[in-house]
């Protein structure tokens, strides 16, 4: 009894909205005999009567009037129910956990987010910010179901894909020099006094600077080191001395800051999805196609800031 078909409590519905057979049948699409039999088989399951067949129009009994009253919310439920599985089905509805770097954060995932809530409105999409170590280990561990990471990262549990390149920029204040160079070369940044982005908050990046340094054989004096991004870009602004910063970076928008990018060699700097390879989720495989769709536009939003004039501080451009 408490399997009922779902194809007998719409019949019914339908006959207790029409209140006549023949109308009932006409829209549900059958003929007016068998709709009477599966009615009556309805009647047998539950044992006892819907319908007063004797009265014209027909007329519900107090069991059928409480079968009509809960049979209406129960495939309206259902509806709700079955479009839901076939949403989610498309990646229209779910709930997606993103891990990404601090520069990512900073850079390319708002865009991805945004181009994607605009396709995907129902998808919950929670972001946390972490190095690519925690990523890694949260993502083998199903606490994350996607990240924006740096690579090499070598995990066969995982597939890895280059989104977009991260190269490093210095960070100049405006009023510098080279603050209108369309590339600064490395050696010209062998005796200006360099701000460091701390080992521990950004081991990656501390790396490829030092990488940066010893392929064009330079040695900066360093001035100052600090964890925080806003207090780096701060004492930049404040004249203290240049920085080495990934160029999502430029994002931030800080006031009195230039972001001009090195002249090559540098440093391979990828930006990475990650995610687990058994993952199914149609929702997850929305989001990469949007992301690998978003990542090319915000790039060329980089490449038109980094090439537009400074202004003077009395609006002309120099």
Known sequence: MMELDMRLLRYFVT??????FGRAAQRLHIAQPPLSQQI?????????????????????????QALFEEGRLAITHSERAF?????????????????????????VVPYVMREHRREFPDVKLDIVEQ??????????????????????IDEPGLAVETLIEDPL?????????LANKAQIAAADLAQEPLILWTRAAAP???ADIVELFRIHDIQPPVADESPRIQTILALVAAEIGI????????????????????RPPLPHRPLALAWRTENPSATLAAFITVARRTAPRYLEGLTQRSTDPVPHKNGSLR
Not at 42 to 64: F, H, K, N
Not at 131 to 152: C, K, M, N, S, Y
Not at 246 to 258: D, I, K
């Open 169 to 177: 920029a210095v960070v100049v204040p405006d009023e510098h020099p």
């Open 83 to 107: 479009a839901a599985a076939r949403r989610a089905a498309s990646g229209h509805l779910g709930h997606l956990r993103i891990g990404a770097l601090q520069a990512a954060v900073d850079g």
């Open 204 to 206: 990656t990046t501390y």
């Open 243 to 262: 920085a080495l910063l990934p160029t999502s970076f430029m994002n931030l928008g800080r006031h009195g800051v230039r972001f001009v990018p090195v």
């Open 131 to 152: 190095g690519t170590a925690q990523q890694v280990a949260q993502l083998l561990e199903h606490r994350l179901d996607i990240g924006f990471l740096r690579g090499p």
């Open 15 to 20: 006959v207790a909205e029409e209140r006549h």
């Open 40 to 64: 009556r088989k309805l009647e047998r399951q539950l044992q006892v009567q819907l319908i007063d067949r004797s009265r014209r129009p027909i007329e519900l009994t107090d069991a059928g």
